[in-house]
């Protein structure tokens, strides 16, 4: 059925200004409680992941959601990479000028992630902060080896740990 302006239903061509501006306030305020809910991190986690590669030249932080990891990371690597599958979480993160983020799909094929991302052994440090349980494991981990430099390239995942009550 055809409404009677004339746009067919499930279109956004209909959306007034009022309306996107009202969902742009949603999104921003939801994005801003998710951003508020996530953990911080001691610096000094990332001064240890830091310690365990000999270089600090490229860190390339996967699944970044709104940058909290990256930002650690681009105050002791030259540069870092910050990848999350969610355009609008991207749009809240952090603007530092060593760090490249980037949207990419849930699942990059190796000539995506070369094209996408990095060259094979171009990476000093990859981390994972919260989002490990997104991924298919085995795939992400072949990946994180094809970039990583070898011999000393490390993966730091940064998982929450419940305290005993």
Request: glycine share 6%; net charge positive.
């Amino acid at each position: 059925m055809v409404p009677r302006n004339g746009v067919k239903s499930g279109s956004r061509s209909h959306i007034t200004q009022r309306e996107r501006e009202r969902d742009g306030k949603f999104v921003s305020e939801t994005v801003q409680a998710y951003s508020l809910g996530r953990p911080t991190y001691p610096r000094e986690l990332f001064q240890f992941i830091a310690s365990k590669t000999p270089q600090h030249d490229l860190a390339w932080d996967v699944g970044t959601g709104t940058g909290q990891a990256a930002q650690s990371l681009a105050g002791i690597y030259k540069n870092v990479i910050a990848t999350d599958a969610s355009e609008t979480l991207l749009n809240f993160t952090p603007k530092l000028p060593n760090i490249q983020y980037k949207c990419t799909p849930p699942k990059l094929t190796m000539e995506e992630l070369k094209h996408a991302i990095v060259e094979e052994s171009r990476v000093d440090v990859v981390t994972v902060a919260q989002a490990v349980h997104w991924f298919d494991l085995p795939t992400f981990y072949q990946q994180v080896k094809w970039v990583l430099k070898k011999p000393h390239g490390v993966m730091a995942v940064v998982l929450p740990i419940a305290k005993d009550k």
